[in-house]
């Protein structure tokens, strides 16, 4: 199996992988509707109390097996009785990417737009009937889309340490670089200090049960926690990299980029009267209007739809490298095994046609695709966060926690380490989980 020549390698592509539309798009909604600074630090504390053991877990299985997320629970457990699990994330990050790479493409588009200066003068009506107008046009959408596709693809079609790590190299970075410059730009606009205040004074009586399991949930989004990622990548590590200082300082570098993602945000919403309870139009609809009554709106805005595609097109190359590294080995003893770029081509036109399927139902092109009054956009993100994500999660820490001979875990708080991944954390994610099913 092939793995990462160096250490920061596995290191910047992990971030890469968690480093997405999670934490630079959804963040900053999400903590915009959860109160602000009281969120922030239950968020932290989610992530380094649960994210950590579960980050730690997915690495080790990975190391430990040398295998992808397909072939991982098969070599550890010494049976098939875990490869549904496998196939489980398989379809998860199938279904994430059939709208992922949707939205990928409207950041590209959006992108191409602000460079045009066509925001210029758009107030929040014209803005809002601008991207209504695009999301509903099937063929622009679709083209963009397949422009995101074609992008990742291009990078897999490289073995991970010359496509994955030489890209995560170049492009992390880029993406630390602009989101401190854009940061510190909007610190100092005028009436700024509002929405600072809101991101990092910590009001608690905001906090609430729902809040905290919310926090929870958007931890493991983040961290792109039970999807095979960084099982995969986990089996690209050099044998000597250590999986505890690798999966703590990925774990503050997702923080830093989305209290950095929150800085850029929340000081301009405020400073121009809008607010933080936006949801996911805050992306779209909310800061090009912000963007437009701000220094060279349109080099603003550029910048930030570039940054936004940074951050996703990172994810999509962990996301659609979990499905390759699947299709090679799952075909590796067949009569016809798939070599890295026939999985890469196969993956590819999968993600195609079910990209075309989720924009035709949310363009209203294919009625039929309409499933209890939702489109297949929202099923799919739907059926993804709320149900497998923390299926993922919750079976991973099961199987290690039970089924990993324990020999395989040695050192300084191992016994800890195995009392979080079996009681604390599966029930925690059980709750999360009843919670998300609106049961509680």
């Given at each position: 199996?092939k ?19 999670g934490?630079?798009?959804?963040f900053?909604?999400t ?6 600074g ?16 579960l ?6 299985i ?26 489980t ?32 003068g758009?107030?929040?009506a ?10 509903k ?8 889309a ?9 990078v ?6 010359k ?26 606009i ?10 990092l ?6 906090i ?15 961290l792109s926690i ?11 590590m050099?044998?000597?990299q ?6 703590v300082?990925?774990?503050?570098l997702?923080i ?7 800085i ?11 607010s ?23 080099l603003?805005?550029?910048a930030f ?9 990172t994810?999509?190359?962990?996301m ?15 009569r016809?095994?798939l070599?890295r770029?026939q999985s890469?081509v196969?993956?590819s ?13 949310t ?12 489109n297949?956009?929202?099923?799919a ?34 016994a800890i ?24």
């Amino acid at each position: 199996m092939k793995s990462f020549s160096s250490k920061i390698g596995v290191l910047l592509a992990a971030a890469g992988s968690a480093v997405g539309l999670g934490s630079i798009w959804k963040f900053p909604y999400t903590v915009g509707e959860n109160g602000g600074g009281a969120f922030i630090i239950l968020y932290i504390a989610c992530s380094l109390i649960f994210g950590l053991p579960l980050v730690m877990n997915e690495f080790l299985i990975g190391k430990l097996s040398r295998k992808s997320a397909y072939g991982a629970y098969r070599t550890l457990d010494g049976t098939n009785r875990w490869q549904w699990l496998a196939w489980t994330t398989m379809f998860s990050v199938l279904l994430i990417l059939s709208f992922y790479f949707v939205v990928t493409g409207w950041c590209i588009y959006y992108m191409v737009q602000a460079a045009s200066n066509t925001f210029s003068g758009m107030n929040a009506a014209a803005l809002t009937t601008f991207f209504n107008t695009f999301e509903k046009d099937a063929f622009v959408t679709i083209l963009y889309a397949i422009i995101a596709i074609v992008l990742t693809a291009s990078v897999l079609w490289f073995d991970v340490n010359k496509g994955i790590e030489r890209l995560s190299k170049i492009l992390m970075p880029i993406l630390f670089i602009m989101l401190i410059a854009m940061a510190i730009h909007m610190v100092f606009i005028d009436g700024g200090t509002t929405g600072l205040r809101f991101l990092l004074q910590p009001d608690f009586s905001k906090i609430t049960p729902q809040v905290i399991l919310e926090a929870m949930g958007l931890s493991f989004f983040t961290l792109s926690i039970g999807l095979g990622i960084l099982i995969t990548y986990g089996g690209y590590m050099p044998k000597d990299q250590n999986v505890t200082s690798t999966s703590v300082q990925m774990i503050i570098l997702v923080i830093i980029v989305s209290l950095l993602a929150g800085i850029i945000v929340f000081p301009a919403v405020f400073a121009y009267g809008f607010s933080p309870k936006e949801g996911p139009e805050l992306t779209f609809i909310t800061l090009p209007e912000v963007f437009q009554q701000m220094f060279s709106p349109a080099l603003t805005s550029t910048a930030f739809f570039f940054l936004m595609c940074v951050a996703a097109i990172t994810s999509t190359i962990s996301m659609m490298e979990v499905m390759v590294a699947f299709v090679c080995e799952a075909t590796a003893k067949t009569r016809h095994p798939l070599g890295r770029h026939q999985s890469v081509v196969v993956v590819s036109l999968i993600l195609v046609a079910a990209n075309i399927l989720c924009i035709l139902s949310t363009t209203g092109h294919a009625d039929c695709l309409t499933i209890m009054g939702h489109n297949l956009f929202d099923n799919a993100n739907t059926l993804v966060t709320d149900f497998l994500i923390p299926l993922g999660a919750f079976a991973t820490a099961v199987f290690t926690g039970w089924f990993v001979p324990k020999a395989l875990y040695q050192g300084r708080g191992a016994a800890i380490y195995l009392i979080l991944l079996r009681w604390i954390i599966p029930i925690a994610i059980f709750i999360v989980f009843l919670n998300s099913m609106k049961i509680i």
